[in-house]
């Protein structure tokens, strides 16, 4: 079974997720943006990374709903910031030519995608569990801009379940209390998984 959610839901999914203002003022760790941000972004850099435009097939890979709201240091709901994301695909292949294993990556997997959070500062993608990179444990790399341009965050997503996280050098860089505030919040679905990441902007 495939999931598949109407964009109505897709946008509505954040507001099922929304947190008090004052339930977490600790700013969102900053993180290396990684070699692989794409050169160009793709033509189609929607939030939906599961169907290319053109392409007959889906992406392969554990379907995820990623998505949270975003907050500045007081609490309050950022509309209109603007949200990245860029990651593997399952086989764990950047859409980068830098990645040495570029000609084999899912040409039905999008690997990038963008979007404004609405009025309640709430954003979504449609994606899925990245596959496993060389020497690293699996996440999902997200730059942050604030409506107003003058604030952004470059940081990445882990997945609290995943068995190589106590050896990737930059979340072990981390303190505890960081290494908390960058793991996703899992809750299963049909075919896939819902993860809650929220962010707060310094």
């Excluded at 007959?56 to 949200?83: E, K, N, S, T, Y």
Aim: aromatic share 6%; glycine share 10%; charged share 20%.
């Amino acid at each position: 079974m495939t999931l598949i959610l109407p964009r109505r839901l897709l946008l509505a999914a954040p507001a099922v997720i929304t947190l008090p203002a004052a339930a977490q003022v600790m700013r969102t760790p900053a993180q290396m943006e990684g070699p692989y941000y794409p050169r160009a972004i793709p033509a189609d850099a929607d939030d939906d990374l599961l169907q290319v435009a053109g392409q007959p097939r889906a992406a392969r890979g554990q379907r995820l709903l990623l998505g949270g709201v975003v907050r500045g240091r007081d609490g309050a709901p950022m509309a209109g910031a603007r949200v990245q994301i860029w990651q593997a695909d399952a086989a764990g292949i950047y859409l980068h030519p830098g990645d040495a294993r570029f000609a084999e990556r899912d040409p039905g997997f999008q690997g990038y995608g963008a979007t404004r959070t609405t009025e309640a500062g709430g954003y979504a993608f449609r994606t899925i569990r990245p596959g496993l990179y060389p020497g690293r444990t699996p996440h999902i790399h997200m730059r942050i801009t604030a409506p107003d341009g003058r604030t952004e965050l470059t940081t990445q997503a882990y997945f609290p379940d995943a068995p190589r996280n106590d050896r990737d050098m930059l979340l072990r860089s981390l303190s505890g209390a960081d290494r908390a505030l960058l793991m996703v919040e899992l809750t299963p679905m049909d075919d896939g998984a819902r993860a809650r990441f929220d962010i707060v902007l310094g």
